[in-house]
């Protein structure tokens, strides 16, 4: 007699419509069998507890992973209250109402920019954070809002500087300037882990296999600045454009970056046995597969 395989558990994922992971998290795990609620930016008020309650209890999900965020860096400046709405008000609303609900397991999307880039090697889930700019300290504040409920299932995983279909990034960038013949110049000073979203999504799936808990690093493995992705990147899609590095100083933001913020991923390897592949392997999966350049 043949024995029915479990049911794979029913997966809410927050900001899937439009959301650059939130789209990865979707595909990947509908590929892998998920039934899949994806949230559009309509479907309920983020600010309001009611509202959230109500769009989580129509679709009684087992996960929710919640990729809604506020992320332009150098707004975030000027909108600092808006930012900390999205980024620590409504995780902390989310997380309360997860508490009420303790079947729920939650993964929470953080970043890299926690940190202050002042160590010379990948950053580890106990490092000490110090944020730089408004952003960074919104997302801390929102992880640790999810911290003090003390929940039984949640996941909190901090990646970094993300590259993959679906919507406007880095590298989409700066093909599309490569194809219309510009000259580029790009920061060669701020090292980090780049990250294709697709994969990125794989891995949280795996990590939520696993029953992760906690504070986890998730980034394609190896480090590089943003120089060397945008160059690697126009090799690969074989397009001829100078690109020249500069340091920081020579192009200011309104938001200081940290200058390293590169990620360990070995706590995650560790739960799920999985090391995350190189960043130049992924790049060249994303610009053959999804762009018109490969």
């Known amino acids: 007699m043949d024995t029915l395989a ?23 795990a509908a590929l892998g069998g998920y039934p899949v ?5 309509n479907d309920f008020d983020p600010m309001d507890a009611d509202s959230v ?12 992973c919640n990729t809604i965020a506020y992320t332009q860096v150098d707004k975030a400046e000027d909108e600092e209250e808006e930012a900390l709405n999205v980024n620590r008000l409504f995780p902390r ?34 490092d000490a954070t110090a944020p730089l700019n408004v952003y960074g300290r919104s997302k801390l504040e929102g992880e640790n809002a999810l911290l003090e409920l003390q929940l039984e299932k949640l996941c909190i995983v901090r990646t970094a500087w993300l590259f993959g279909p679906g919507k406007k990034n880095f590298v989409s960038t700066i093909l599309g300037l490569c194809a219309e013949g510009k000259n580029l110049t790009v920061v060669h000073d701020q090292i980090g882990s780049p ?29 590089a600045s943003w120089c060397e992705l ?8 074989q397009l001829e454009c100078p690109i020249t590095p500069i340091p920081s100083a020579e192009y200011p933001m309104k938001a200081e970056r940290p200058a390293y913020s590169a990620l360990d991923c070995s706590k995650f390897t560790a739960v799920t046995g999985i090391t995350p592949r190189p960043w130049p392997q992924a790049l060249a999966d994303y610009i053959f597969a999804n762009t018109d350049h490969g």
């Open 6 to 28: 479990p049911a794979k558990p029913k997966i809410m994922i927050l900001g899937g419509v439009s959301g650059l992971l939130g789209q990865a998290l979707v595909r990947t």
């Open 37 to 41: 609620i994806a949230s559009a930016r």
């Open 53 to 64: 309650a109500a769009f989580v209890d129509a679709h009684v999900p087992d996960i929710i």
């Open 93 to 126: 609303i989310l997380g309360r109402i997860v508490k009420d609900r303790p079947s729920i397991s939650l993964l929470h999307c953080s970043t890299d920019f926690v940190f202050n880039g002042r160590k010379r090697e990948p950053y580890v889930e106990t």
């Open 195 to 223: 990250t294709y979203t697709m994969d990125l999504a794989a891995y949280c799936l795996h990590l939520l296999d696993a029953g992760g808990r906690g504070i986890f690093h998730i980034t394609n493995g190896g480090q």
């Open 230 to 237: 945008a160059s690697e990147a126009t090799r690969l899609a």
